[in-house]
């Protein structure tokens, strides 16, 4: 365990189906993302957010929609996905966000395996 | 947006000394390196961050240059154990926006 603990490991869903994500840490961390990682695509930062306040977007679609109620907890909630959605999505949180890792950077769960049918 | 470049993949003996260098020409001035080890259906674990010179810890060196336009993470006596998919991360300054980005990652293939 990393202390960063995300559920479900894994997720089938169907294209019209509504589900949630759900990412919690209780390393006393301050900011927290969501990372998609697709097959032979390189880590896609998704969402960042630094003490419950959304500070980044990075153009994705309005199917994901975010959600921080505090600063431990981090949902993504997904509905009528296409199957290019499919992939390992990855909570991360650190103790800042800013300029320059100067800490030991992002501590990262073990993902949920997303499949869309 | 940076350019960050490492090669795809990477194979070794087990035993033997692996280095693997990012490219990175476009990192933030203020910006450290920090390389991530990941294994199948997990998520990046940290191996080491510097900023410049060399840094050392129990599982790995880094080297960087004094321009800081790349990197070199060194695995010293590898194992079958160490075969896993290695990432650098440097921060980049778009526009006046701080964004950190990844590498495409290097697959490390550690042979008996």
């Known amino acids: 365990e990393t202390g960063v603990t995300q559920t479900p490991r894994h997720l089938v869903m169907g294209m019209t189906n509504k589900k949630s994500l759900k990412c919690e840490q209780h390393?006393?961390?301050?900011?927290m993302y969501w990372y998609k990682q697709s097959a032979k695509k390189p880590l896609e930062l998704m969402f960042v957010?630094?003490?419950?306040?959304?500070?980044e977007n990075n153009s994705v679609p309005s199917r994901f929609s975010p959600e921080c109620p505090n600063s431990s907890h981090l949902f993504l909630h997904l509905h009528t996905l296409q199957p290019e959605d499919s992939a390992l999505y990855l909570c991360?949180?650190?103790?800042?966000?800013?300029?320059?890792?100067?800490?030991?950077?992002?501590?990262f769960g073990s993902g949920t395996r997303l499949t869309v049918v | 947006l940076a350019k960050i470049t490492q090669p795809i993949s990477m194979d070794s003996y087990e035993g033997q000394e692996v280095n693997i260098t990012c490219s990175h020409n476009?990192?933030?001035?203020?910006?450290?390196i920090t390389w991530y080890q990941q294994f199948p259906s997990q998520g990046p674990r940290f191996i080491i961050q510097?900023?410049?010179t060399k840094v050392t810890n129990e599982v790995a060196s880094l080297f960087i240059p004094a321009d800081r336009k790349s990197s070199t993470l060194s695995l010293p006596r590898v194992s079958l154990s160490d075969t896993a998919v290695y990432y650098c991360?440097?921060?980049?300054?778009?526009?006046?926006?701080?964004?950190?980005?990844f590498g495409s990652g290097t697959r490390l293939l550690v042979r008996p």
């Open positions: 991360a949180s650190s103790q800042e966000l800013g300029q320059g890792l100067y800490n030991y950077g992002y501590t």
């Open positions: 390393l006393g961390h301050n900011a």
């Open positions: 957010y630094n003490f419950k306040e959304q500070t």
């Open positions: 476009n990192i933030a001035t203020n910006d450290y």
């Open positions: 510097g900023y410049k």
């Open positions: 991360l440097v921060g980049d300054l778009v526009d006046s926006s701080y964004k950190l980005i």
